[in-house]
T-cell receptor, first 111, second 115 residues
């Protein structure tokens, strides 16, 4: 069985400050891990993915995530938040062809 | 190019009615997936197709739910005898193949409300 746990349901930051969205995974085998973003009234969009290559993965819009096997974590970070980053973020694990989503973290960005 | 499209965008129905939700995948994508997203939750897998056949339907909650993809392109999710608990956003995604690290491209979803 595989699962992901997103440790925060909401994260609030000020524009220009760093972003950290936390995710822990559980998987019997080496997983593929993803972060997706969902803006209001828009479809889910892939931010980045880890598939057993480099442990530090760079994605779109300045986001990156680091796979840490010893900690079973895949936290998402960004050095400086923009207002346009306000959205819901999902950590996702895949062992086969289907995706298992976390419950999501709502990122709120204040001016 | 065109992304994944889903129709209708919103569907309101009464308890006990039958509904059909349509998904048009990206042209050329052989794999197609259905997910359901309830309020405050992440999407949950329902079923996926590789070509015309359902490769994995383990996420369908019960036999009131059924999906088809007769020509390997458009898919229809069918729900019989709808219940209030079926209210959710139904998401469709497609990818080039069903291999693990293939990116799944998501449609905007159909919001189903059962009164």
């Amino acid at each position: 069985a595989q699962s992901v746990t997103q440790l925060d349901s909401h994260v609030s930051v000020s524009e220009g400050t760093p972003v950290l969205l936390r995710c822990n995974y559980s998987s019997s085998y080496s997983p593929s891990l993803f972060w997706y973003v969902q803006h209001p009234n828009k479809g889910l969009q892939l931010l980045l993915k880890y598939t057993s290559a480099a442990t530090l993965v760079k994605g779109i819009n300045g986001f990156e995530a680091e796979f840490k096997k010893s900690e079973t974590s895949f936290h998402l970070t960004k050095p400086s938040a923009h207002m346009s980053d306000a959205a819901e973020y999902f950590c996702v694990v895949s062992l086969g062809s289907t995706l298992t989503f976390g419950k999501g973290t709502m990122l709120l960005v204040s001016p | 190019g065109a992304g994944v499209s889903q129709t209708p965008s919103n569907k309101v129905t009464e308890k006990g009615k039958y509904v059909e939700l349509r998904c048009d995948p990206i042209s050329g994508h052989t794999a197609l997936y259905w997910y359901r997203q309830s309020l405050g939750q992440g999407p949950e897998f329902l079923i996926y197709f590789q070509g015309t056949g359902a490769a994995d339907d383990s996420g369908l909650p019960n036999d009131r739910f059924f999906a088809v993809r007769p020509e390997g392109s458009v898919s229809t999710l069918k729900i019989q005898r709808t219940e209030r608990g079926d209210s959710a956003v139904y998401l469709c995604a497609s990818s080039w193949t069903s291999e693990t690290d293939n990116e799944q491209f998501f449609g905007p979803g159909t919001r189903l409300t059962v009164l």
